[in-house]
């Protein structure tokens, strides 16, 4: 079950911080954005078809892809590296679902990380899923999509995206469509 690995989860968390080399100036590559998705509207197409909209945005429970909390390192002028991590649970009775989705992407902006900008952005990740009786079951992930960027101050940002991911699983597949 998912809080078995909760050590891991925290592991992740503390590898996300620690990508941070050290104080930067504004305009110097190096520096760290951290955020949360507020707010997550996706349609996923599988073997049956759903709508989710979530406030904030969790992710995983609806396979939206979407991940609640990101950590965004500009490596370059252009370049950022976005580790991004969900977890959700729902517990009712002596039934239980779990799920944990980790994921990896880079993001290319077009202006820079200092001024208002277009960005494209690809990636992959695992999510993982367990259920009450022990039955868990983990797939790849991978996606892309477009977005544009607005800069609050020198530490933050507002974000609107559009983007597609697509859930690889065991003889089935999922494509989910998402803003």
């Given at each position: 079950?998912?809080?078995?690995?909760?050590?891991?989860?925290?592991?992740?968390?503390?590898?996300?911080?620690?990508?941070?080399?050290?104080?930067?100036?504004?305009?110097?590559?190096?520096?760290?954005?951290?955020?949360?998705?507020?707010?997550?509207?996706?349609?996923?197409?599988?073997?049956?078809?759903?709508?989710?909209?979530?406030?904030?945005?969790?992710?995983?429970?609806?396979?939206?892809?979407?991940?609640?909390?990101?950590?965004?390192?500009?490596?370059t002028q252009h370049l950022a590296l976005?580790?991004?991590?969900?977890?959700?649970g729902l517990f009712a009775d002596e039934?239980?679902?779990?799920?944990?989705?980790?994921?990896?992407?880079?993001?290319?902006?077009?202006?820079?990380?200092?001024?208002?900008?277009?960005?494209?952005?690809?990636?992959?990740?695992?999510?993982?899923?367990?259920?009450?009786?022990?039955?868990?079951?983990?797939?790849?992930?991978?996606?892309?999509?477009?977005?544009?960027?607005?800069?609050?101050?020198?530490?933050?940002?507002?974000?609107?995206?559009?983007?597609?991911?697509?859930?690889?699983?065991?003889?089935?597949?999922?494509?989910?469509?998402?803003?």
């Amino acid at each position: 079950m998912c809080y078995r690995s909760m050590p891991r989860c925290g592991v992740l968390l503390i590898a996300m911080l620690a990508l941070s080399s050290g104080a930067r100036a504004d305009d110097e590559p190096g520096r760290l954005e951290v955020g949360f998705v507020p707010l997550s509207v996706s349609y996923v197409s599988a073997e049956e078809s759903l709508t989710g909209i979530q406030v904030p945005a969790a992710g995983s429970m609806f396979l939206t892809g979407e991940r609640g909390l990101y950590l965004q390192w500009f490596a370059t002028q252009h370049l950022a590296l976005e580790p991004q991590l969900s977890y959700s649970g729902l517990f009712a009775d002596e039934d239980e679902f779990n799920s944990l989705n980790a994921s990896l992407r880079l993001n290319y902006l077009v202006s820079g990380p200092d001024r208002p900008s277009l960005y494209l952005y690809g990636g992959g990740g695992l999510l993982h899923v367990s259920f009450d009786d022990d039955d868990s079951d983990t797939n790849p992930t991978a996606g892309g999509g477009v977005g544009f960027r607005q800069p609050i101050r020198s530490a933050g940002s507002f974000r609107v995206e559009a983007g597609y991911e697509r859930m690889f699983g065991d003889g089935w597949d999922a494509d989910t469509f998402k803003v």
